[in-house]
Each structure stands twice: as structure tokens, then as C-alpha cells.
């Protein structure tokens, strides 16, 4: 008689396809998923460790527009790098793809679609930086002005490196387009939030037998839920780039 063999699915988070990849990243991230994934294949285990690139980011057009190619110039000219990086290093991925591929706009379809049919999408109005000169929505980190609290120059939309304050978007003064300089407008936008605090119980449930987490990790997870839940997330972008959002409106 056979045994059922046991069935792993390793990930590590998807870097960004331009972003350099250094050894903070590999401590971080991709080493011990591969100790991991090495360790179970050695016990027998049908293993499959599976990244790639992220190729849908907002970053991801906004650092091609500083580099003067398209989106997917972009994406193709470093992925191939990424993924010699990954293999000259010997983590031992089975997949290692790209968000753009087809596999993936269709998966994330059927995700959208079933996710809207149960309720848990909602369409809800944001404000959001928008530079009239690059004619593009600008992510808080592209927005760079004056902290609001220390007054230090030159600081992103929402996080000031001299005096370490986070702050709300708008807050900062003298905000300028970090691609021109220009100074950017604030646009009202209907985006689409997945309904993540309906979530927060079920979650909670599925943490609290996790007792072999690491005990620190496992009190602030729990605490947080507990105290605060999940928030609501907003999962659509104003860009023609990446899956397309096939909700009405
Ligand atoms: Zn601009
Ligand atoms: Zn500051």
C-alpha cells in the first residue's frame, strides 16, 4: 500500500522586477523559504516552491516613465536579471514566473469575480495626487515636499527620514511631483476596497491554534487582530497596466 505523500507549496514575497535584490532580501525572505522547501523535498514531500516577479506595481510604471520605456520594457529588460540573480545564489525555485502572464490575469479574474459575486468588494471614493504635467496618478512615495512636522525639505508624501514621522496623505507642504517637479493636484477617484475587516474573525480563528509560531510573532498577531482587525484595502489603480478590474463601473 502507498502512503499519501505529503503535498507543500512554498512562496516568498514577489520582489519588485527593477528593484535590485541584496542580501537583507535573501536573509529575509527567499533563504529560509528555500531551507524550508530543500527540507521537505528530503523527507519525501511533493514540493513546489514557487516566485517570481511583480510586475503590476504602480512603482513599476512610475520607475519605467523615470527610465523613458513602457511598463513592459521594463519589466522584460529585468526579469531575466532576477532571475539569473536567483540561480546563480541556488535558491531552488520551481516557478519562477511573472505576474504578467496570462496564467495570472486570468486567476486574478476568477479571484475578483468570485470575491465580488460574495459581497466582499465595494466600490468607496479616495482623494489621490495627480500630476498634470506626467498626466498620472502619484503613489504617496512619488510625492516628495516639506515634512508637515519637522519642516525637513525633500521628504516622500508619507514618511519623513529626518524626523521618522508618518503622516496622512496631504498633510505634507509643498508637494511636488518627484518625476518633474511639478506641483500635483488632489483628484477625487472611485476605486474598488476588498472587504478585509468582514475578514478579522476568521482570520483570528485560523491564528489561535498556531501556537508553534514563534511566540512573539504569534502575541502581536493575535493582539493586533484582536485590538485593531484588518482594514479594508483598496486593490484597484488608475493605470491601463496590469490585470484589468472586471467590476461595473
Ligand atoms: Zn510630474
Ligand atoms: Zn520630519
Redesign the pocket.
Known amino acids: 500500500m502507498v502512503g499519501l505523500t505529503e503535498k507543500v507549496l512554498v512562496t516568498a514575497a514577489l520582489p519588485y522586477s527593477y528593484a535590485p535584490r541584496h542580501f537583507g532580501h535573501l536573509a529575509g525572505a527567499y533563504l529560509p523559504a528555500d531551507i524550508f522547501a530543500r527540507f521537505k523535498r528530503m523527507k519525501g514531500a511533493e514540493t513546489l516552491y514557487v516566485c517570481g516577479t511583480d510586475e503590476n506595481a504602480s512603482s513599476i510604471v512610475i520607475e519605467a516613465m523615470r527610465q523613458g520605456m513602457t511598463p513592459k520594457e521594463l519589466c522584460d529588460k529585468y526579469y531575466p536579471i532576477q532571475k539569473e540573480v536567483f540561480e546563480k545564489l541556488g535558491i531552488s525555485f520551481d516557478i519562477f514566473s511573472r505576474t504578467s502572464k496570462p496564467i495570472h490575469y486570468k486567476v486574478v479574474e476568477e479571484f475578483y469575480r468570485k470575491l465580488w459575486e460574495k459581497g466582499y468588494i465595494y466600490p468607496k471614493e479616495i482623494k489621490q495626487w495627480w500630476c498634470p504635467n506626467c498626466k498620472i496618478f502619484l503613489p504617496d512615495r512619488f510625492v516628495v515636499g516639506t515634512?508637515?512636522?519637522?519642516?525637513?525639505p525633500n521628504?516622500y508624501g508619507d514618511v519623513?527620514?529626518?524626523?521618522?514621522?508618518w503622516y496622512e496623505s496631504f498633510e505634507i507642504k509643498d508637494p511636488r511631483c518627484s518625476l518633474c517637479g511639478t506641483r500635483p493636484e488632489i483628484k477625487t477617484r472611485t476605486h474598488f476596497f476588498l472587504k478585509l475587516s468582514a475578514l478579522s474573525d476568521k482570520v483570528l480563528e485560523y491564528v489561535r491554534d498556531k501556537k508553534f509560531w514563534r511566540k512573539a510573532t504569534y502575541n502581536k498577531t493575535v493582539s493586533w487582530l484582536e485590538k485593531e482587525g484588518l482594514r479594508d484595502k483598496d486593490i484597484t489603480r488608475d493605470y491601463e497596466w496590469g490585470p484589468p478590474a472586471p467590476f461595473p463601473g
Do not use: D, I, K, S
Not at 515634512?147 to 525637513?152: I, S
Not at 519623513?160 to 514621522?165: M, N, P, S
Open positions: 515634512c508637515p512636522r519637522c519642516g525637513a521628504q519623513c527620514e529626518v524626523c521618522g514621522a
